[in-house]
């Protein structure tokens, strides 16, 4: 069965951080770029965060969004089939449901979200005190 699935969400105070995990299930993440994207309520859903297929030696992790640009970093484990979202001083704009998206093209450059091949169910993140 092919499936992404996101874990590590949570309710957090603002200036507390979290770490997201997607991890895929009944396919390599290897060859293939991965996004991340939340969907605020009311909102529609962005892309904050994309990283590239591992076999890429130039620049490989991309932000999309410059409030989180300083705040969040994204990294991959391909030993455990894995792409992660560290984030870290978090506000309570941040408050939305996370996603990652799974692309076949190696490279970033994807945004819009019928360009993924594989979605998420999504986590819930909450900054609230």
């Known amino acids: 069965q092919v499936q992404l699935v996101e874990s590590g969400g949570g309710l957090v105070q603002p200036g507390g951080s979290l770490r997201l995990s997607c991890t895929a299930s009944?396919?390599?993440?290897?060859?293939?770029?991965i996004g991340w994207f939340r969907q605020a309520p009311g909102k529609e859903r962005e892309q904050i965060s994309c990283?590239?297929?591992?076999?890429?030696?130039?620049?490989?992790?991309?932000f999309n969004t410059d409030s989180v640009k300083y705040r969040f970093t994204i990294a991959r484990d391909n030993a455990k089939n894995s792409v992660y979202l560290q984030m870290n001083s978090l506000e309570p704009e941040d408050t939305a449901v996370y996603y990652c998206?799974?692309?076949?093209?190696?490279?970033?450059?994807?945004?819009?979200?019928?360009?993924?091949?594989?979605w998420g169910q999504g986590t819930q993140v909450t900054v609230s005190s």
């Open positions: 998206a799974a692309d076949a093209v190696p490279d970033c450059g994807a945004t819009r979200i019928d360009e993924y091949d594989h």
């Open positions: 009944g396919f390599s993440l290897d060859y293939m770029s």
């Open positions: 990283i590239s297929s591992s076999d890429r030696s130039s620049d490989r992790s991309t």
